[in-house]
Each structure stands twice: as C-alpha cells, then as structure tokens.
C-alpha cells in the first residue's frame, strides 16, 4: 500500500482550520482518502495523493481556508528532481545498455529429447565446445554445434538447436536400439578382482568403487566399475557414464603351490648307499632351487607374505613340495 | 424486527443488514472502524464517531488517524477507553 502510494506520489498538506472534524466529515463526502493525519494547534496535517490535495485546494480557497502545501513525496517528484542532474541520465543510459546487452545473451540451455544423454553429460559437451551461460548470442553457430553433438554422440541421429531470445533450445533424437547401460554389464575397463580374497586397501582414482575394506570377493567380480551412474536431485540414477578405471587394490588371498619332481633313472640294484645319497641330495637342491625361483617371481610382483609352510614329501617315484603362502598382493591400473 | 428474524434465521450478522458500525481492535493501539457516519470530536486525547445510532467516544493518549477514507477509519494511539454514548 505504502510503495503504491510512493509510486503515484503523494503530498503532505496543512489545513488551518478550528473545525477539524467538519473539515474530516467534508473530506469523506468528497470520497477523498487521508493518511497520517495528525492535529496541530492551528488545523490538522495529513498525506493525501497529488490528484485529492489539488481538489481539497481548490475547494478550501473558494472557502477561505488556508491550506499550505508541506512536502513532496514519491516517484513523480523524484523523477522531477533526478531529470536536473547529469548522473540520472548516466544511470538510466547505462541501465539501459545493461538491459539491451543481456538481452542478447544466452542464460539458460534448455535441452529436449535426450533419454540416453543426461543432461549433465550434455551440459559438458557444450562446455568443451564454448557454449556457456551469459555467452553472446550471435557467437552460437547453431549448425555447428549441432553437428558437433552428433559427432560426439553416436547416440545422437539428429539435433537441432535454436535461438528463442535468451534461451538455446536443443532438441534431439536418439537412436533407439543404443545399448542401454544399468550398471551391470561388465567390461574390459571395469576393475576385476585378480583373485579370491579379502579386500585389504582399495583406492578409486576413476570409476565406480563397488566393494570396501574388509569386504570378501572372488576371482572376477567387478571391484570399480567403469559406470559411473548420473544421479539425479532425488537420488535415483538417471544415466551412466562410462570411464577408464583407474586405482588400486590390495587383497589378502591363498596361493598353494606343488612343484614335483620324479626320481629320474632307474635305481640300478648294485648302487652302492654313496651314490644313492648323492643323487638324492641333488634331486632335492633342485627341487629347491625352484621354489627359490618362485619365490623371486613373487618378490619382482609387489607381494607382502604374510604367512608361508613349506612341505616336503617323499614317495617312492617322486618328490612332492607344497608351497603354501598367505599373501597380500596389490595390483594397479592406470 | 422482521430484520431481527431474517438474521437469526441466515445467521447473519449486523453489519451486513443494517450497516452498522463494525469495530476491530488489535491490541491496546489499534483500531479500525468500518461503517461510520461522521467525525464529531477530533483531538489527540478523544475522537467521537457519529454511528448510525448514537456515539462512539474513543479515549486514549496521543491519538493520530492513520487511514481515514469515506468506510473505513484506522485509529493509532494509546487507546483507554471505548464507550457507547
């Protein structure tokens, strides 16, 4: 109520009158409104709009009652004054400019059709592309740019993108029979676990991590995901989008390891208790010798043992050597 | 009286039928009164308001008209006292 009365303008008058409820009573046959009104010794002071205060002048001069005009207030009589100085004019044309330059600029993307393509995924592309908000409107080739979201896209079979004012309208076609992604199909980026066991550290550079510390795995399952899901305001996923997984994962799993050896030749029955010795003390070097390679495969890999058992066992025939290892071992992808 | 009836039977109130004087007070500085007929007594300790039937006398201290318009009328002050006269 205040601020449409400031915008009409409205003035504060002095009415020098005794009868001051007659002078009320008379404005109220009149239909005229008053504000603030407030008694003085010699008559009441008031607000009333620019049109009511000329009436209420003309009608109390014919009267003989001395009315003075007080102040000015409002829009009309600050535009009366703000004309005489320079700045006003500086601020309206520069205002002015504001306005004519942010009409030709493009504040807001409004895409149509994308199923597939989530909004945020598009937003990027246009991103890369140059197009950002508050940018001019004549620098957005619209053929261009819909050209470049086809080739981008091969979702995509056709776009189109149009000017409306202030506002980029891209409306698009997708292909329907796109592979559609729900997060479980697995992949040659996805990160797989290289063996059975419990997960000991897990650092996700990119994807999707799909299992913690602590957590038991098998051979295969999928650690971080190369889908990575768009979510929307709610929560639910809206789309994905797919990346190179990149990270590192240590698990802490069994390696069982039997290396046999069979006792070459035949044991000739003359052989004298000497050479038999010998011949066995050098099957069994060699039995370890190949576990000390292992053990050097094992070492080149970055491999924390945590716990070993070594068996050895002797048949008639053969050699048996069990190698039983806990060990935690890491792998990374980049 | 056959006024009377017709409000009771609608439920209707006084102001509506016969144009009486509606008086609204919010809190001890105030007050609103709608369907007046005229201004008798104006000052700062005591405004009087011809109703349609009889007087109104409202007392107070420092009392100003904030919005006075040919229905309705908002009085600002200290109010004391509203009396019937």
């Known amino acids: 109520m205040k601020l449409i009365r400031w915008l009409k303008g409205y003035v504060v008058i002095r009415v020098f009158t005794e009868n001051r409820s007659g002078f009320l009573n008379y404005c109220k046959r009149m239909h005229i409104v008053l504000y603030q009104i407030r008694e003085e010794t010699d008559g009441v002071v008031f607000q009333v709009t ?3 205060g000329e009436r209420i002048r003309n009608n109390c001069s014919k009267n003989g009652i001395k009315v003075a005009l007080l102040e000015k207030h409002g829009l009309p009589f600050f535009i009366q004054k703000a004309i005489q100085y320079s700045s006003f004019w500086i601020g309206l044309f520069l205002s002015l400019l504001l306005l004519y330059q942010s009409s030709h600029r493009i504040w807001y993307v409004e895409p149509f059709g994308n199923e597939e ?5 598009l937003f990027c592309l246009l991103e890369h592309y140059g197009v950002y908000l508050g940018m001019p409107q004549n620098e957005v080739i619209s053929k261009q740019l819909g ?6 896209k091969e979702e995509l079979t056709w776009v189109s993108c149009r000017k409306d004012g202030t506002i980029l309208t891209i409306d698009m076609k997708e292909n329907d029979g796109y592979r559609k992604m729900d997060g479980t199909q697995t992949s040659e980026l996805d990160f797989v676990a290289f063996a059975e066991g419990e997960i000991v550290k897990i650092i996700t550079k990119k994807g999707m991590p799909l299992v913690k510390k602590g957590d038991m795995v098998q051979k295969d399952q999928i650690l971080i995901s190369s889908q990575v ?4 305001e709610s929560g639910t996923i809206m789309n994905y989008r797919v990346v190179d997984t990149q990270g590192e994962i240590w698990i802490r799993h069994k390696e ?3 290396i046999t050896i069979s006792k070459a030749g035949n044991e000739k029955s003359d052989e004298n208790g000497e050479k038999k010795a010998l011949r066995t003390i050098t099957q069994e070097r060699k039995a370890l010798e190949k576990i ?3 053990m050097n495969e094992l070492q080149k890999k970055e491999v924390e043992i945590v716990r070993k058992n070594v068996t050895i066992r002797r048949n008639s025939n053969m050699y048996s050597i069990e190698l039983s290892l806990e060990e935690i071992e890491g792998v990374r992808k980049e | 009286m056959k006024n009377a009836r017709f409000m ?8 509506l039928c016969e144009n ?3 008086m609204t007070v919010c809190g001890k500085r105030e007050l609103y009164l709608e369907n007046y007929k005229a201004i008798l007594e104006y000052s700062e300790d005591e405004i009087v308001v011809q109703m349609n039937r009889g007087k109104l006398g409202i007392l107070g201290n420092d009392l100003k008209i904030s919005y006075y318009s040919p229905t309705i009328m908002k009085i600002f002050g200290e109010l004391h006292c509203i009396e019937y006269r």
Not at chain 1, 229 to 232: A, C
Not at chain 2, 8 to 15: K, P
């Open chain 1, 50 to 52: 620019c049109t009511d």
């Open chain 1, 229 to 232: 899901p768009y979510l929307d």
């Open chain 1, 256 to 258: 069982e390891e039997r």
């Open chain 2, 20 to 22: 009486t004087t509606r």
């Open chain 1, 292 to 294: 000390v390679a292992y």
């Open chain 2, 8 to 15: 009771e039977t609608f439920g209707l109130t006084d102001d």
């Open chain 1, 117 to 121: 393509l989530s909004n945020p995924e």
């Open chain 1, 147 to 152: 050209a470049y979201l086809r080739n981008q």
